[in-house]
């Protein structure tokens, strides 16, 4: 894969996160189909110059900001994802479980139908 698909994968699957949810880097690059790419992803945000992106909806795995806390960014992080209804403490957000055959379809929308 090039890296303008891969970029652009990884861009359509960060919009594809719903308002009020967070994910990942490393589900955020499964979910574009480059597991195992969680920093290629944190690369790609760290260009990002569309301010219509919701990157502040990509999170360490273990829910923590990846900024340097206390930062501009971090600081802006925290106050978008709280304006969305995350609960942010100490900048660090709970994620949610995620069983191990189930992907970033099933966290963010729920189970699928006949479930």
Do not use: C, F, K
């Amino acid at each position: 894969m090039d890296a303008d698909t891969a970029r652009e994968r990884i861009l359509a699957a960060v919009r594809a996160i719903p308002r009020g949810r967070v994910a990942g880097y490393g589900e955020v690059a499964r979910r574009a189909g480059l597991p195992g790419r969680a920093r290629l992803v944190a690369r790609i945000l760290s260009s990002n110059d569309d301010p219509a992106l919701p990157w502040h909806r990509v999170l360490r795995s273990d829910g923590r900001i990846a900024m340097p806390a206390g930062s501009a960014g971090w600081r802006e992080q925290g106050r978008r994802l709280r304006a969305e209804g995350v609960e942010v403490s100490a900048g660090r957000v709970r994620m949610p479980a995620q069983a191990p055959d189930e992907g970033l379809d099933a966290l963010l929308w729920g189970p699928g139908p006949g479930a």
